[in-house]
C-alpha cells in the first residue's frame, strides 16, 4: 500500500527556532502534497497544498512566511515553521496522493508533534 | 472550507457489538467519500472509500453507507474490538479538488 513518512515524530526547541517537517511518499509519486494541523480533540484543518515544481497554495488565514513550503521533487515535501513560537505548538500532519487520475485516498504521515518553549 | 470541530462527539460500544458511525456531509456536489481512523498520536489511516455512484460499500468488518439525498455517511463496524477505539473521520471530495474532513467521533470500545 501506499505509505507516508513524516520526520521528525517529535521537536522540542525553543521560541524563535525555525523547525523542518518532511513529507516523503516511500513508494509512490506525489505531484501534490498537504499538510494539515491538529490541534487537540479536533479535527484536521488543511494549511497549504504542496505542489511539485511550483509554489504552494494557502489556505485563508494561514501565513506563507511562517510556513515555508517546499516540493522539491515527486516524493519530499517540506514544512518549515519559521521563528516558531508556542503558540505554533500543534500536531502537524502531511498527507499525498499517487498520481492518478480522480479522486484518491489520501495517505497520511504518523504526524510531527511541535512544542515550542 | 475546512471543517473544525469543537469537541469529538463519543461512541461508546460495547466490545462483540456492532458500531455505527454517522457523518452529515455538507457539499451536495461532492462524489467521493473515505472513512478514516486515527489512532492517539498517529496520522489518520485509510478505512475505505465510497464513490457517489453507489450506496454501499463493504470491507473486511467495515461497511460503508451513502445517502445522497441527506447528505449522510455512515460506518458500520462488526463486532467492535479493542483495536478499533480511535478517532474516525469522514472525508468528502468533489472530483480533482481538496477533501473536506468531518469533525471526528471518538470510538470507545468497553470490555
Known amino acids: 500500500g501506499a505509505v507516508v513518512s513524516q520526520h521528525p515524530s517529535w521537536v522540542i526547541c525553543k521560541s524563535g527556532t525555525s523547525v523542518k517537517i518532511e513529507c516523503r511518499s516511500l513508494?509512490?509519486?506525489?505531484?501534490?502534497m498537504f499538510w494539515y494541523r491538529q490541534f487537540p480533540k479536533q479535527s484536521l484543518m488543511l494549511m497549504a497544498t504542496?505542489?511539485?515544481?511550483?509554489?504552494?497554495?494557502?489556505e485563508q488565514g494561514v501565513e506563507k512566511d511562517k510556513f515555508l513550503i517546499n516540493h522539491a521533487s515527486l516524493t519530499l515535501s517540506t514544512l518549515t515553521v519559521t521563528s516558531a513560537h508556542p503558540e505554533d505548538s500543534s500536531f502537524y500532519i502531511c498527507?499525498?496522493?499517487?498520481?492518478?487520475?480522480?479522486?484518491?485516498?489520501?495517505?497520511f504521515g504518523d504526524g510531527t508533534r511541535l512544542s515550542i518553549l | 472550507g475546512e471543517s473544525v470541530g469543537l469537541h469529538l462527539p463519543t461512541l461508546s460500544v460495547q466490545e462483540g457489538d456492532n458500531s455505527i458511525i454517522n457523518c452529515a456531509y455538507s457539499?451536495?456536489?461532492?462524489?467521493?467519500f473515505i472513512w478514516y481512523k486515527q489512532e492517539s498520536g498517529k496520522g489518520p489511516q485509510f478505512i475505505i472509500d465510497?464513490?457517489?455512484?453507489?450506496d454501499k460499500r463493504q470491507g473486511q468488518r467495515v461497511t460503508v453507507l451513502l445517502n445522497k439525498t441527506v447528505k449522510h455517511l455512515s460506518l458500520q463496524i462488526a463486532a467492535t474490538q479493542p483495536g478499533d477505539s480511535a478517532v474516525y473521520f469522514c472525508?468528502?471530495?468533489?472530483?480533482?479538488?481538496?477533501?473536506?474532513f468531518g469533525p471526528g467521533t471518538r470510538l470507545s470500545v468497553l470490555p
Open positions: 498527507s499525498a496522493s499517487p498520481r492518478g487520475l480522480g479522486n484518491q485516498p489520501q495517505h
Open positions: 513508494d509512490f509519486q506525489a505531484t501534490t
Open positions: 504542496s505542489n511539485e515544481g511550483s509554489k504552494a497554495t494557502y
Open positions: 457539499n451536495s456536489a461532492s462524489d467521493y
Open positions: 465510497i464513490r457517489s455512484n453507489m
Open positions: 472525508a468528502e471530495a468533489v472530483a480533482g479538488q481538496n477533501f473536506v
